[in-house]
């Protein structure tokens, strides 16, 4: 494993939730797998309130931001979640970017058979799952579980469709 910070500020081990300060310890104690370079401190930027990160809006896991100083390259933002993994900021927004260009994507395929209308159906689609999504992010009194269990169900239910869509263009392509 790589260097770790050498001391962590009791206070901001103190303000976290139990899990949280376990993960935390980890990490400093270098015993994270996710955490695979060198850093000489971390900080807390967003505080020690658990919450759902504001740069995805598909997930559902609760995290705490963590800022670990002096990398090799530089400071790295991240979010750190509460089963002990860490999604830095770039992954979340290259993720994002990948979901905007498969929408783009879509939207190609869907305008070659403006006839069968599917442009409106999959925006509703994808507007069920997220509300659903929503529903999982904000109910405080799901598990972590039961929260990834509801968002990978509307995820294959939109994927579901998604692959009806499909199979409609190609029927149509054939006449």
């Known amino acids: 494993m790589a260097g770790r910070a050498k001391q962590l500020p009791l206070e901001l081990i103190n303000a976290c939730s139990n899990l949280f300060q376990s993960h935390i310890k980890a990490i400093v104690e270098g015993k994270n797998p996710h955490v695979t370079f060198p850093f000489k401190g971390i900080k807390l930027p967003r505080g020690t309130k ?10 559902v896991r609760n995290s705490v931001t963590i800022q670990f ?16 993994t860490l999604k830095t ?10 979901r905007r260009e498969q929408e783009a994507g879509l939207l190609v395929e869907e305008n070659k058979f403006p006839h069968l209308n599917q442009t409106p159906l999959r925006t509703q689609a994808y507007n069920r799952k997220m509300a659903r999504i929503r529903n999982a992010r904000d109910n405080s009194t799901w598990s972590i ?3 990834q ?8 239910e939109y994927n579901r469709f998604l692959q009806e869509q499909a199979e409609q263009r190609a029927k149509a392509a054939k006449k």
């Open 50 to 59: 658990e919450h759902c990160p504001f740069t995805d809006l598909e997930e």
């Open 69 to 84: 100083l002096g990398t090799p390259h530089g400071n790295i933002t991240a979010h750190l979640f509460n089963d002990g």
């Open 89 to 98: 900021s770039t992954m979340m927004h290259q993720e994002n970017n990948r």
């Open 145 to 147: 579980m039961k929260k």
């Open 149 to 156: 269990l509801e968002k990978a169900t509307a995820e294959e």
